[in-house]
Structure formats: structure tokens, C-alpha cells
């Protein structure tokens, strides 16, 4: 072969390979990097709790709050089902911990009729409807669903981020709630109240580790 036909030949060999790697269709990120999550039951770990967050005008507070009891149910990788009860005689108010008196004030008045209206209703429940894949800010999977405070229902959709941790499940969240949709009042509005003022909205956060059930 001349060098002339060598160097034909090598550069139609190049284009060749450029053209069949160009027409290779693309494989989705999400498709190499989905979990297989086993279908079926899981509960969540004996003491589990969620994290909160108010602000108002002149400051913050956060604490904790007890779930009692939850489960969800996972099929071809999306929860299809689930319900999570909160015992909201168990909020706690964190940054107050060195405070006993200003946190006895306070978790006396998050239980009161102007907040979560303990003694009316004891707990909080979320029931989980459905889920889609994906959702806002790096989300997994989106939890479509009701929450029921204060005898009041809402729908409502949280965006979690679902992972493995062994033979167990990972649910983390970060997101809002606004308090006013299960009549939460106390203090809304700032032309009202000025600096008195509370956000309406607070924000809710957990890591959740949940094993399935044997059942």
C-alpha cells in the first residue's frame, strides 16, 4: 500500500468511528444511577423524629416533634402508599433547652388552640396517596398526599431524596409548611402585628431509616 492509500485509508477509518459514536443513542444519568429498591412494606425505626423550624420577627426557634408510628409501601421503585402519624404532645422546643422556663411557656403555647391544638387533636397524620420520580431541589421522588392537623385535611406534596442505607431505606426532606392552612393564626400578618409578627410559614425537615417488614 502506497502512503498516500495508508494515510485514505486511515482518516476514512476515523470519520467511520467518529459517525458510529455520534449515532450511538444517549443513555439517561438516571438510568445508570436508579436503585433498585425491593418492592414491599417498610416501617420506620423506633424513635424516629421530625425537625422544625418557626421564625419570627425578632427571632427563631426549633425543636422536634415524636412520630408515633409510620409505614409506606414501595412497588417498581415508587412509594405507592403509606401513613405517618405525629404525636404532637411530644414538641420540643430545642434552642430553649437551657431556658427550662421560657420552654415550658412555649411548647405550652405551640399546644395550644392558637397553634397545633393538642388537646383537641393529639396527632398529626400524613397519608401518602402516591409518588412520581423526581422533584425539586435534587429530589428522588415526590410524596403526593393528605395532612391532616387540627381535624383540618390538606393535600399536599414533599419532595424526599430515597436512597439505601444497607438492607434499609433512606427518606430525607427539607420543606415548607404554611401554618394558616390548618387554622394557625396566632400572630399572622405583618401590617397586623409589626414585629409581633410570626412567618406563616415553617420549615419541616428528617432523615427517616425505615426497614421492611417481615410481613
Sequence with gaps: MTQSNFFKSSIALIITSLLVAFNQ?????????????????????????????????????????????????????????????INLKTIYVEDLK??????????GHLKSTDFFGVEISPTAEFVITSSTK??????????????????????????VKISEEGSNIKTSAEFRLDRTNWDMMFHSGLEKW?????????????DLVSKKSAS
Excluded at 426557634?61 to 421503585?77: P, V
Design 194 to 206: 409589626g414585629d409581633k409578627a410570626i412567618d406563616d410559614e415553617f420549615d419541616v425537615s428528617f
Design 134 to 159: 423526581g422533584g425539586e431541589n435534587g429530589a428522588t421522588h415526590t410524596l403526593n398526599g393528605t395532612l391532616t392537623i387540627k381535624k383540618i385535611t390538606k393535600e399536599i406534596s414533599i419532595p
Design 25 to 85: 443513542p444517549d443513555i439517561p444519568a438516571s438510568t445508570t444511577e436508579a436503585i433498585a429498591f425491593a418492592d414491599g412494606t417498610y416501617e420506620f425505626a423506633s424513635g424516629s423524629k421530625i425537625n422544625w423550624k418557626a421564625a419570627k420577627i425578632t427571632g427563631k426557634h426549633n425543636g422536634t416533634i415524636d412520630i408515633a408510628s409510620g409505614e409506606f409501601k414501595m412497588e417498581n421503585g415508587l412509594v405507592t402508599s403509606g401513613n405517618i402519624t
Design 98 to 107: 437551657d431556658n427550662p422556663k421560657s420552654q415550658k411557656k412555649l411548647t
